[in-house]
């Protein structure tokens, strides 16, 4: 997919928001670097299960439907992990997402995971999120399991990351961005 002039609609928490990097994620690479619109609807600490009117469900349906969406980037988000939201809770919010965005823009929707970190409830999602992948036909891009970036470093993880799950801004810069953008034009 040519990414110039593209609409793209990024949805997630903290780690599409940017926190540990000053509000500047991929997203914002991605729009310096391939030049297209940003819709960043990304707010630290939420879920995707729609547990409450923060939750990527509930922005999801905030989104001015009259924006012609080109493509729908969600982050499996890591906060489901770590509140220990049932898995259920969070396949429905999934489907939901892939259903209304389709309905909506009939865009392509990417789901992203994390980088590894040790969680066996994120690893749950993962499992989940490719099984509803051969169903739903949405893209996964799977930084989790990618070779190339667990094969990075200890040096260069240090410089990447703020936390196990944070990215700051060199992390984003150097070590994620190229994988978005690589993937996307993939499309």
């Known amino acids: 997919m040519d990414l110039n002039k593209k609409t793209v609609l990024f949805l997630g928490s903290s780690v599409t928001y940017g926190s540990a990097a000053g509000g500047i994620s991929f997203a914002d690479f991605m729009r310096e670097q391939c030049g297209i619109v940003m819709v960043k609807e990304a707010l630290s600490g939420t879920t995707l299960a729609d547990v409450d009117d923060g939750s990527y469900v509930a922005r999801l349906k905030r989104v001015d439907r009259r924006i012609k969406v080109n493509l729908c980037i969600v982050q499996l988000s890591t906060n489901d992990a770590g509140r220990n939201v049932p898995i259920?809770?969070?396949?429905?919010?999934?489907?939901?997402i892939v259903e209304y965005v389709t309905e909506a823009w009939n865009c392509p929707v990417v789901?992203?995971?994390?980088?590894?970190f040790e969680s066996e409830h994120y690893q749950k999602m993962i499992d989940l999120l490719r099984d509803l992948q051969k169903e739903l036909g949405f893209h996964i891009l799977d930084l989790w399991d990618d070779p190339a970036m667990r094969a990075v470093s200890p040096e260069d993880y240090k410089r990447y990351?703020?936390?196990?799950?944070?990215?700051?801004?060199?992390?984003?810069r150097s070590w994620w961005t190229p994988k978005f953008i690589e993937f996307c034009q993939g499309l």
């Open 111 to 116: 789901f992203y995971t994390g980088t590894y």
């Open 161 to 172: 990351m703020s936390d196990p799950v944070h990215p700051n801004i060199e992390g984003y």
């Open 88 to 96: 259920e809770q969070t396949e429905a919010a999934i489907r939901f």
